[in-house]
């Protein structure tokens, strides 16, 4: 069965095509990082109305770039949720209207459940059930995984996302947008020892998460530390050791739930995804609490950890093949949860 | 000539499949509710006509301006489905889809179309009745601010036809135009008027292939510091 997969959640617009038989074929991106970067943010309407420009070129450079013509596709799998509607609206409209157009079926596809199942577009395949920790701009969730649809959801944050802490925190330390990976980045030239931030929520049991605090941690830090810094040097210092402190503070954070969700449920195997999960100083953190515990960590490629239209295809593939079609409605819901997918 | 058309640009949806003689339409109020209807009503079309997409020769669409959303709506809609059929789209303004209907509703020559652009603001368009019972644009549709919209003193006897008429700001502001003689605030874009513009269109080369047919949304989205 072959495949297109949409994505406009938010700032990506992601086509890509995938073959149950033969993997993924193709896949292309347009980052609109640009266009909001001058605005310190996602600002939806522009979103909307670029994908709205690039969506079709994208998809027919794709086939071209593939040689898989239209004709050849079983499916359309396309982002319902969650997300920003209008830019859903945008990839759910073409998406839904082109399946009608060539008679083949067309399914929604939850954004989470694309970034859930993106590791199995590598050759390391995990095996159902397993923990997986999704950590994005707008999630962090632990879960166990049963099987495709089967999600039961062990913890939450109950306020900021580990990304939008990433961002946020980011922010104040004065980096441009998007920050997380930019944070990520000064946080190499950090050192250790020189601020100790907190583990929110580790002191008791639970797998829920809270991240906002963090944020307020590093500027009550930045506050107290850059004012008595002369040097242009000494201040750039300072900031990459509270860029240190504070994605250590997150990734231990995340490592411990990791533990204890694995220990709770006795499974040996871990994947994580979505944007966060690119970040380097988690992915040595749980690899290390992987070989402690005899356990397997599975990742997505580095690009398909952020969004991308590869999970989509991938997804709405496995959907379709255990039966699932939609009808002729147009599905985009801003909110959506993820054991109701 | 076969043509589909339809908006879902503002509060109404409706879609019509048009022959040479024959002609289909569903229209139904229903805000909010377009991406759950918009299709189910062209298969229903396309049943009841007894044809498919591919024996079509265009596809029409109303593209604006009117709710971004709406007209974006109708943009991946008519792409999506021009794509899959080889198709070409024909965009038609929402604003001449009103004055094509008030002709046709209430045999309006002149028509000043204004819709509620939200903000102190009206999508305004002065549309005239050509030889061939087209509606043309005597000036460019713009997006106007209320107090400065644009006072048309002919001699001619004009409708005021869309929602923002229902505004008393907007018929004081031209109420010196004594010939403004009727409005009708209630009325928003049928598909079977888009047809009647759309073949001129068609007929005149105008058509686009389909990534090419964009909104038309007039007001500039400007972010607020
Ligand atoms: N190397 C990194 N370190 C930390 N955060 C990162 C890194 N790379 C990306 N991110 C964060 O991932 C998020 C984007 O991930 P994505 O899965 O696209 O999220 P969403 O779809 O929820 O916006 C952003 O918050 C970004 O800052």
Known sequence: ?341 | MKILAFDTSMQACSAALCFDDECYEKYTLAPRQHNQLILPMIEALLTQANCQLKDLDAIAFANGPGSFTGVRLATGVAQGLAFAAQLPLLPISTLAALAQGAWRLHAARNVAVAVDARMQAVYWGQYQLNQEELMRLSEPELICAIDALPVFCDTNVWVGVGDAWANPQVVSQVSDVQNLTAFYPDSYPHARDIVELAKAEFAAGRALECAQAQPNYLREYTVKA
């Open chain 1, 1 to 341: 069965m072959r495949v297109l997969g949409v994505e406009t959640s938010c700032d990506e617009t992601g086509i890509a095509i995938y073959d149950s038989q033969y993997g993924l074929i193709g896949h292309t991106l347009h980052s609109q990082v640009a266009l909001h970067q001058v605005h310190g943010g996602v600002v939806p309407e522009l979103a909307s109305r670029d994908h709205i420009r690039r969506i079709v070129p994208l998809i027919q450079d794709l086939l071209v770039q593939a040689s898989s013509p239209l004709a050849e596709l079983d499916g359309i799998a396309y982002t319902a949720g969650p997300g920003l509607i209008g830019a859903l609206l945008v990839g759910a409209s073409v998406a839904r209207s082109l399946a009608m157009g060539l008679n083949i079926p067309a399914v929604a596809v939850h954004h989470m459940e694309g970034h859930l199942l993106a590791p199995m577009l590598e050759d390391d395949v995990p095996e159902f059930p397993f923990i997986a920790l999704l950590v994005s701009g707008g999630h962090t969730q632990l879960m166990r995984v049963d099987g495709l649809g089967k999600y039961h959801i062990l913890g939450e944050s109950l306020d900021d996302a580990a990304g939008e802490a990433f961002d946020k925190t980011a922010k104040l330390l004065e980096l441009a947008y998007p920050g997380g990976p930019a944070l990520a980045e000064l946080a190499k030239q950090g050192r250790d020892g020189i601020y100790q931030f907190p583990r929110p929520m580790t002191d008791r049991p639970g797998l829920d998460f809270s991240f906002s605090g963090l944020k307020t941690f590093a500027l009550n830090t930045f506050r107290k530390s850059d004012g008595n810094l002369h040097s242009d040097a000494a201040k750039l210092q300072n900031r990459a050791d509270i860029a240190y402190a504070f994605q250590q503070a997150v990734v231990s954070t995340l490592a411990i739930k990791c533990k204890r969700a694995l220990q709770q449920t006795g499974l040996l195997r871990l994947v994580v995804a979505g944007g966060v999960s690119a970040n380097q100083a988690l992915r040595e953190k749980l690899r290390a609490l992987a070989a402690s515990l005899n356990a397997q960590v599975y990742y997505p490629r580095h690009e398909f950890c952020t969004d991308n239209g590869a999970m989509i295809a991938y997804a709405g593939c496995q959907r379709l093949l255990a039966g699932e079609s939609d009808g002729l409605e147009i599905n985009a819901r801003a909110r959506w949860p993820l054991n109701q997918a």
